[in-house]
């Protein structure tokens, strides 16, 4: 061996070449030379991973808009056909009782605007007691009541049918609450026009029936966007159907026509009946 030393490293006795042990003092002349052959057992350092920075709750909101109602709101109008994960379950359900909110409040000022047209056709003495009978009898805030009930129950209807045929030709169950939010996001334009429709209905005369037709105008993007987020939202994202999603559509609106129909029909039968009724009796006791 090359490596052997020639004395013994404890009391430098001569060695033999390949002497495992010193004669003169025993000591283990191999063994010494095998622990300097070893490497140093002392692990090396391993590479720390890298530290990922925490963010700021600034910085988690705006990584996720889902959190804040506003921000949420926002980001759906930049991208109405994108489901955000991880919304709150009622922020579907805020945009569209606040649709509703503003779709009243603009029925109802046009229902105001409409008595106001038709008490102008009216003598002095008519006209000034039915303004007091009208004021004083609180119809105009019983029918905008009226109204906001019937508009939630109408938004129910294209909830509940287009989630039943989501369903279907998915045939997979999905969280309510998810479509809801989803439903709303594709619909939260709708919350403009209402207000825009809300605005004008302030600013247009009662007499000018010009302007009242501009008013009435804005109504149509309204029944527009609404009927293409009930489609839309049956077929969106489903890359194997159940059934043919042409079909699928024909079937959820006759389903609504039916639906609204029917609905129509009750309304008409216990609300409008009533109103009407209630009309006529203050314009006798008016007279």
């Given at each position: 061996?090359?490596?052997?030393?020639?004395?013994?490293?404890?009391?430098?006795?001569?060695?033999?070449?390949?002497?495992q042990f010193c004669p003169q003092c025993g000591y283990a002349v191999g063994a010494a030379l095998n622990e300097t052959a070893q490497p140093d057992p002392t692990p090396a350092a391993q590479p720390q991973p890298a530290q990922t920075e925490t963010p700021t709750p600034t910085a988690r909101r705006t990584a996720n808009p889902s959190g804040n109602y506003f921000n949420w709101y926002f980001a759906t109008l930049r991208h109405p056909s994108q489901d955000l994960p991880g919304t709150n379950r009622f922020f579907g359900l805020i945009s569209l009782v606040a649709?509703?909110?503003?779709?009243?409040?603009?029925?109802?000022?046009?229902?105001?605007?409409?008595?106001?047209?038709?008490?102008?056709?009216?003598?002095?003495?008519?006209?000034?007691?039915?303004?007091?009978?009208?004021?004083?009898?609180?119809?105009?805030?019983?029918?905008?009541?009226?109204?906001?009930?019937?508009?939630?129950?109408?938004?129910?209807?294209?909830?509940?049918?287009?989630?039943?045929?989501?369903?279907?030709?998915?045939?997979?169950?999905?969280?309510?609450?998810?479509?809801?939010?989803?439903?709303?996001?594709?619909?939260?334009?709708?919350?403009?026009?209402?207000?825009?429709?809300?605005?004008?209905?302030?600013?247009?005369?009662?007499?000018?029936?010009?302007?009242?037709?501009?008013?009435?105008?804005?109504?149509?993007?309204?029944?527009?966007?609404?009927?293409?987020?009930?489609?839309?939202?049956?077929?969106?994202?489903?890359?194997?159907?159940?059934?043919?999603?042409?079909?699928?559509?024909?079937?959820?609106?006759?389903?609504?026509?039916?639906?609204?129909?029917?609905?129509?029909?009750?309304?008409?039968?216990?609300?409008?009946?009533?109103?009407?009724?209630?009309?006529?009796?203050?314009?006798?006791?008016?007279?």
């Open positions: 061996m090359t490596d052997q030393p020639k004395f013994c490293p404890h009391c430098g006795n001569e060695l033999k070449p390949d002497a649709e509703a909110l503003l779709l009243s409040l603009t029925l109802v000022m046009l229902s105001q605007k409409l008595t106001t047209m038709a008490i102008r056709t009216m003598d002095q003495y008519a006209a000034a007691e039915l303004s007091r009978v009208l004021n004083v009898n609180g119809l105009i805030f019983k029918t905008g009541l009226t109204l906001f009930f019937l508009v939630i129950i109408g938004y129910a209807i294209y909830v509940g049918i287009s989630y039943a045929f989501r369903r279907i030709i998915t045939g997979e169950a999905q969280n309510f609450w998810d479509f809801l939010n989803h439903f709303a996001g594709v619909t939260n334009l709708l919350l403009i026009f209402n207000l825009i429709t809300f605005l004008l209905g302030l600013i247009t005369g009662a007499g000018n029936l010009s302007s009242l037709s501009i008013f009435l105008l804005f109504l149509v993007p309204a029944n527009i966007l609404i009927s293409a987020a009930f489609i839309f939202i049956i077929i969106d994202d489903v890359p194997t159907p159940r059934m043919d999603k042409f079909y699928a559509v024909l079937l959820a609106e006759l389903a609504l026509a039916v639906a609204f129909a029917i609905f129509g029909f009750i309304a008409a039968n216990l609300v409008g009946g009533s109103i009407v009724s209630y009309v006529e009796s203050l314009y006798n006791s008016a007279l």
